[in-house]
């Protein structure tokens, strides 16, 4: 049985081993081989163990859970940059590929919106590599496309991003 809640201290191994393994397995080509190769979990660990442990940070996260192990998280927050008429973010939804499909990723989503939008929030961005195959996803659960690109540096290759808007009150209508 699958069940999702809030990420605790304690947390952040499970989430970091998602986190790394998921990478590894959904942008091969999409992102430098050698950088997908060296990405470690311990550096993973210790920066999750942060976002855990901030007191007020403003990070929600949660995290989906077979048999008290984690298979899958999402976070989320406050908005990193002002210029799209967003007033919160997704920041990253991860499962590992052998438990997408089943609706983990949905329910996943749809905790971290449902607490977004009891703290009053309206529209949520997401920026996406546009070769994502999650993209699919996104655009299922209400995310749309929009014409802003940005360019990142990931592993010493420029990758554009896509933005994606979600209405979040449209969400809660649904």
Same mark, same amino acid.
């Given at each position: ?6 990420? +605790? ?8 081993t ?7 397995? #959904? !942008? ?13 979990? #311990?550096?993973? $660990?210790?920066?999750?163990? *942060?976002?855990?442990a901030a007191?007020?940070g ?5 995290? /989906? ?8 998280? +999402? %976070?989320?927050?406050? /908005?990193r @940059?002002d210029?799209?008429?967003c007033? %919160? @973010?997704l ?7 052998? !438990? $997408? ?7 996943l ?6 607490k977004?939008?009891? *703290?009053? *929030? *309206?529209?949520?961005q997401?920026?996406?590599?546009? =070769?994502?195959?999650? %993209?699919?996803? !996104? ?8 014409? %802003?690109? $940005? #360019? =990142? ?7 554009? @991003?896509v933005? !994606? $808007?979600? =209405?979040?009150?449209?969400? @809660?209508?649904?």
């Amino acid at each position: 049985m699958i069940t999702i809640r809030n990420a +605790v201290l304690g947390d952040e191994e499970g989430i970091a081993t998602v986190h790394v393994k998921s990478w590894q397995e #959904t !942008y091969p080509g999409m992102m430098p081989q050698e950088y997908l190769d060296q990405l470690q979990i #311990t550096g993973r $660990k210790n920066m999750w163990g *942060k976002s855990l442990a901030a007191e007020g940070g403003g990070e929600l996260i949660f995290v /989906a859970l077979e048999d008290d192990q984690i298979i899958g998280f +999402v %976070c989320g927050g406050e /908005a990193r @940059e002002d210029d799209y008429d967003c007033d %919160c @973010e997704l920041y990253a939804i991860y499962l590992y590929g052998r !438990y $997408k499909g089943q609706g983990i990723g949905k329910k996943l989503f749809s905790s971290l919106t449902s607490k977004l939008i009891s *703290k009053g *929030k *309206k529209a949520m961005q997401l920026w996406v590599l546009p =070769d994502n195959p999650t %993209c699919k996803f !996104y655009s299922a659960v209400g995310g749309v496309i929009t014409s %802003c690109t $940005k #360019t =990142d540096d990931i592993g010493g290759r420029e990758v554009i @991003e896509v933005l !994606y $808007k979600f =209405d979040l009150l449209n969400l @809660e209508a649904q």
